[in-house]
């Protein structure tokens, strides 16, 4: 079969990418906001007295506890400890939520029999449970991690759950057509059909995740971030303790910056701004 | 080129066995909102011979895309057989590929990719020529130098370019196409069709074209089967019996083409009009 072009007349222009303007006006607006709050904040706190200083210290005390909590090696083995229970309760969650979610969405019958369950399950107040974890897994790094896991595992098994279950059925078809079936369709038309779906879910989950090990060091426990800022708290420190808070947020930030990082890179077809139709 | 056409306008003269043979079939659905059973087609019987090109046109919901779902191997025949090349149809085969309305192209595949999901399947990528028939491929629609563009890049006339690539690759005998040209701009459509009748002239390949425009089903189509709807079944099935090459401007004053798209225009009214009343 020697076959030449059929289209010798045709002349296709290749589409303009988006650009995205604007952003960087909005950045200033923030930074600028930011800086009017803490404005405020030092001049009602040290100018105006309008607040003791023991309840809420001002921005300049709040740097200066930060800055010494950045060379101490207690706040850097604290720092490694929550991380490490963080990561390895995320990485299961999403293995397992992925995989949970895949199967169930994909799967008519276990969506009508297991997927009324996860939304029991995901509706519980999982904070409720955490009790029964420290009881059950001890003070150590075992019961954080199962709460890092309950916590993060939802978000990621119901998006998934979604994504799979909102696959276009003509790309279904389109598989089946081209003698895709069975596990390969899983994995060459579901699976990367409802991974924006399941980073989306990574996301939320990610967020979670750090709630439930903090939780879980406020509960009990012998180290870790939540551990060292309860104690700040107890001492009253109320600059330490606001310092640790802003190293939380920090942390969480930077882990959603790394997934949404992850998701443009693994799913580029993806439009953030477009949420229903990924086809 | 002139030879074929000679042969295409009569086929009875020696009959062979039809390429594709349905005898008696009908699809019906079990709605579970109302419970009752909703008749897609009913009762429809037709042989299409090799090399031959059949346009299917009928109104919306007429089942004429269960019709082709059918013989695709992607609906199951409630009654009734499908035999292609002396076999019942069980599922989808390699011996028919599916150009969709919807393209269904995979939108994290590169435009090679999504060309090469033709082939990866059902002849595996063992050996040395499946780029090179890739590249064919893609060359033969017009798509050169758009290889590792995303489908989110193209247009829709190019990401349909795609679509009858990744069909053409698997070099089936029959090509099944479910209103190809359907959503895609009026002046590109003129264009597509005009290409999609050379290369299947080029090819020889078998095509069952569905449509609901008159002048697509009467400048591709060796015969026209016209579909009624409630029930969907075959209201007739006629020959054009136009010299090809056709093309708009050839035949807009040909006798037969007007003779042709009146009698259909009327058909097809006839079948709207019912199908207004019967809602």
Redesign the interface.
Known sequence: MSVTSATGTMRIVRPRRVVRRDEAKWTWLLIGVIAAILLVWEAAVSWLHLVPEAFLPPPTAVAASFAQLMVDPEFWSAFAYSLGNVAIGLVLAVVVGVVVGLAVGWSPVLRFTVAPFLWLLYSTPKVALAPLFILGLGLGSESKIALVFLLAVFPIILNTMEGAVTVSPSLVNAGRVYGVNGLALGWKVIFPATLPYSLSGIQRGAALAFTGEVLGEFLGGTGGLGHLLEYAAYQFEMAEAIAMVIVMVIIANLTLLLISTLRRRLAPWYDDRKIAGAS | MTTTTGQRGEPEASPPAPLISVRDLSVTYDVARTGKRLIAIEGVDLDVHEGEFVTVLGPSGCGKTTFM?VV???VKPSTGTVLVDGSPVT??G?D???V???Y?????RTVFDNVK??L???KGLKGEGWRDRVQ?AI??????G?ES???????GG?QQRVGLA?AFV??PRILLMDEPLGAVDALTRE?MRD?ID??IQ??GKTVLFITHSIEEAILLGDRIVVFKSHPGAIKEVIETGLERPRSERSVQHDPRFLELRDHLWEALQGEATAAAVSK
């Open positions: 779902n695709a191997g992607l599922g989808p390699p028919r590929a599916v969709f309305q919807d269904a192209l995979l939108p994290w999901f033709g990866e399947m059902q064919e060359e033969m629609v017009g798509l050169a758009f563009s995303y489908p989110r890049e193209l247009s190019m990744r698997a070099e264009v290409e050379k290369l080029k090819t």
